[in-house]
């Protein structure tokens, strides 16, 4: 029995299977469908299906360097456990991966999905076949790609990663003060790089919270406008001094701002990016007892 083209597609969205095992199944299977899920539902592949529903809020963010330490890849790709997080297979994945991104600066994850991963396969069919073979439910989340002079840190084993980038060249001093803030970044998570890129309607929206305590405080009931406007523009400074980076006390020395410091090494920053392992994602909460009734049924 033949198959078409658009038999191997229909199969690949019915399985989430990658194309070639898809082609392989009906090659097999004399191109009967039905036949060429249970074939790949026998090799393990189609259960990736299943798995792409559970929580992946684990996992890794790999800060990746070219050679040359002119294009540097920020990546955070999701598992369901630590455990896979530390399997040598899936961290051999996520620099393959990385390397793709500085190789082919993809715009978006469905883009680097769709690009080559070996041979064989694309990424997104290279992580479903990883899927089917670890048994875990992954996820490409994001990725950054910076270009130019860039600097990177990584911190616990790849739960958090920076990248951070300098307008001119940066030497071995200058490299090591940008490492400096990048440490800084991760420990810190400022909000913004400086005070003059933070968004009017931020600042807005702080002043109001902040005149709004202080009209709160019985205290200052009495006070004119004029030095309530006051009070706000030194806690607004405050705001800008706790998340804005430039404008931080260095860590490494408490007695100058990161701006002033950097300046010192011949550093000007553009940017920087910061991911935290599973920020902002739901986290997998199991009970014991259900568990254990799950089981079971």
């Not at 999905?113 to 875990?136: R, T």
């Not at 002079?149 to 920076?162: L, Q, T």
């Not at 790089?193 to 005149?211: N, Q, T, Y």
């Amino acid at each position: 029995m033949a198959f078409t083209a658009q038999d191997v597609k229909t199969l690949r969205e019915m399985t989430n299977c990658g194309m070639m095992d898809c082609k392989k199944a009906l090659t097999e299977t004399d191109g009967d469908m039905d036949k060429a899920v249970e074939f790949l539902r026998e090799k393990g592949l189609a259960t990736a299906t299943k798995k792409a529903g559970r929580i992946a809020s684990e996992g890794i963010v790999k800060v990746y360097m070219s050679d040359d330490k002119k294009v540097g890849v920020l990546l955070e790709v999701n598992s369901e456990t630590d455990f896979v997080a530390k399997n040598d297979e899936f961290n051999e994945f996520v620099t393959s991966v990385a390397k793709i991104i500085a190789d082919n600066n993809p715009a978006d994850v469905d883009a680097l999905n769709a690009l080559a991963f070996d041979s064989e396969n694309n990424v997104g069919d290279a992580m479903i076949a990883l899927i089917a073979k670890i048994g875990e439910n992954m996820k490409i989340r994001r990725f950054v790609r910076f270009e130019g002079n860039v600097c990177s840190y990584s911190h616990g084993g790849g739960r958090i990663g920076v990248l951070v980038k300098a307008e001119g060249a940066l030497d071995s001093d200058s490299y090591e003060a940008a490492r400096d803030v990048a440490m800084q970044i991760a420990a810190i998570n400022p909000m913004y790089l400086s005070k003059d890129v933070v968004p009017a309607e931020d600042v807005e929206h702080e002043r109001h919270i902040i005149k709004a305590q202080i009209n709160e405080d019985p205290k200052n009931a009495s006070k004119p406008e004029n030095i309530i406007d006051k009070m706000v523009d030194g806690k607004i400074n405050k705001f800008f001094e706790q998340n804005c980076l430039l404008q931080q006390e260095f860590v490494k020395d408490s007695d100058q701002k990161v701006e002033k410091y950097l300046a010192s090494k011949g550093v000007t920053l553009v940017d920087f990016v910061r991911f935290e392992k599973g920020e902002g994602l739901a986290k997998k909460e199991e009970n014991f007892a259900d568990e254990v009734a799950s089981m079971i049924k």
